[in-house]
């Protein structure tokens, strides 16, 4: 069955950077983009990037646009998610998502707490 | 760009009574192909989303017949049949071409 499981949850700084991983099993990891969205409390989910595990190529919102960087390693069906310069307001979940025309399976995702 | 809305934002209901979301959009949701990418998506408290339909009508793997999606164009419509207490928590309209893009979301809690 299709899985996605995501890095535990972390406490930063602000100013710190973030990385999270998303690990794929039960698909051939290589056909289906990943999506990386965001949730703040009580907010709706944010799309924050997307990346093409076949090729590498990426996209970003242009709200992250030069904080995050979403990469793949296709050896270990593992995706990263990089934010850097965290402010509080960063304080989030951080969901990865496969794109079959559109997110279909989530994984559980990241709680990432930003606090001084 | 693209924005949704929905309504109501919360909706109590009786279990066992059916129930109603309605997602709004500013402009045509239908893509170059043709097709009409809105998906709804339910999330129950303490969980990720998890997928119920696409592509307006097409309900995802596993999503019981009580849930249904319509709608064309700007105006799309969630439908639960007869409400379960496992269907409590917020759903959102999707827009999935990019960029990704949700609704507000709708609180659905038991009276």
């Known amino acids: 069955q299709v899985q996605l499981v995501q890095s535990g949850a972390e406490v930063k700084t602000p100013g710190a950077s973030l990385k999270a991983s998303c690990k794929a099993s039960g698909y051939s990891f290589t056909t289906y983009a990943i999506y990386w969205v965001r949730q703040a409390p009580g907010q709706r989910p944010e799309w924050m990037g997307r990346?093409?595990?076949?090729?590498?190529?990426?996209k970003y919102s242009q709200k992250f646009q030069g904080r995050v960087t979403i990469t793949r390693d296709t050896s270990a069906n593992t995706v990263y998610m990089e934010l850097s310069s965290l402010k509080f307001e960063d304080t989030a979940i951080y969901y990865c998502?496969?794109?079959?025309?559109?997110?279909?399976?989530w994984g559980q995702g990241t709680l990432v707490t930003v606090s001084s | 760009e693209i924005v949704l809305t929905q309504t109501p934002l919360s909706s109590p209901v009786t279990l066992g009574q059916p129930a109603s979301i309605s997602c709004r959009s500013s402009q045509s949701l239908v893509y170059s192909d043709g097709n009409t990418y809105l998906s709804w998506l339910q999330q129950r408290p303490g969980q990720p989303p998890r997928l119920l339909i696409y592509q307006v009508s097409n309900r995802f793997s596993g999503v019981p017949d009580r849930f249904s999606g319509s709608g064309a164009g700007t105006d799309f419509t969630l439908e639960i049949s007869r409400v379960e207490p496992e269907d409590v928590g917020v759903y959102y309209c999707?827009?999935?071409?990019?960029?990704?893009?949700f609704g507000p979301g709708t609180r659905v809690d038991i009276k």
């Open positions: 999707m827009y999935i071409i990019h960029p990704l893009t």
């Open positions: 990346i093409n595990t076949a090729n590498g190529d990426t």
């Open positions: 998502a496969r794109d079959d025309w559109g997110p279909d399976y």
